[in-house]
């Protein structure tokens, strides 16, 4: 009975969550954007969802029956309330230089060639290159998915940071929780359609390939540096 109730709390708290962000989505005023950004502009329902999910979030991990799909499913509601309101408000995909991007994509994807005497983005076309194969195999403009490239980016970089701490602890709450919080302090703006946000993600694979690869410490006198934390 105790975890029937148990997950038709989570339940009621994800759909909660969920059904609050969809009306701060219908009731956001833009006209009140202000030196704070979108904040002023959001009702109340979207700090409520919110904190729905930071609530569900936190008895999740905090319950003795943890369970790693029902914290995914609050870290990826978390992702797109955090990172898909604004490409679901926004008309045009935001930070000027994505059209930059968005012209080297066009250039490369409609020629088929590099004019490395042109700029720098044409000896580093790896990122750019790989969207106009996109496009062409697609047949979606890069314009079309460019204001959801902060979600997909933040999913990308959570499987990148799961598949890395798990090279430093076993306990599936500290990863999780370790998740949470870099989603919750990533507010860097590194994450739009931009070689920096594919870059990261890169770098998180390597580090976690480093670390997981890494042979285990030996002898007596050294330990583990999180073999305490691998319970938790």
């Not at 194969?133 to 990148?160: C, D, K, P, T």
């Not at 070689?195 to 002898?219: D, K, T």
Request: proline share 5%; glycine share 8%.
């Amino acid at each position: 009975l105790l975890e029937s109730k148990y997950w038709w709390a989570h339940g009621a708290l994800l759909v909660g969550a969920g059904c609050w962000w969809l009306l701060a989505l219908e009731h956001t005023d833009l006209n009140r954007i202000s030196g704070y950004g979108l904040l002023p502009a959001l009702p109340p329902t979207y700090y409520g969802a919110l904190a729905f999910l930071t609530v569900g979030f936190v008895l999740a991990v905090s319950n003795r029956s943890f369970s790693s799909p029902l914290a995914a499913t609050y870290v990826v509601l978390l992702v797109f309330v955090l990172h898909g309101t604004t490409a679901v408000l926004y008309p045009e995909p935001r930070y000027t230089w994505v059209y930059k991007h968005l012209g080297v994509i066009d250039a490369i994807a409609k020629t088929g060639t590099l004019r490395r005497s042109l700029d720098i983005y044409q000896n580093w076309p790896g990122f750019f290159a790989l969207n106009a194969w996109f496009e062409r195999v697609s047949g979606m403009q890069a314009i079309a998915y460019a204001a959801w490239a902060q979600v997909f980016f933040e999913l990308a970089n959570v499987a990148a940071l799961l598949f890395a701490f798990r090279g430093l602890t076993t306990g599936e709450r500290l990863q999780w929780r370790a998740v949470w919080i870099f989603l919750i302090a990533n507010w860097v703006g590194q994450d739009y359609l931009a070689p920096q946000a594919f870059a990261f993600f890169v770098v998180v694979v390597i580090f976690g390939l480093c670390v997981r690869c890494a042979p285990p410490f030996r002898g007596a006198t050294r330990r583990h540096p999180l073999r305490g934390w691998h319970s938790l």
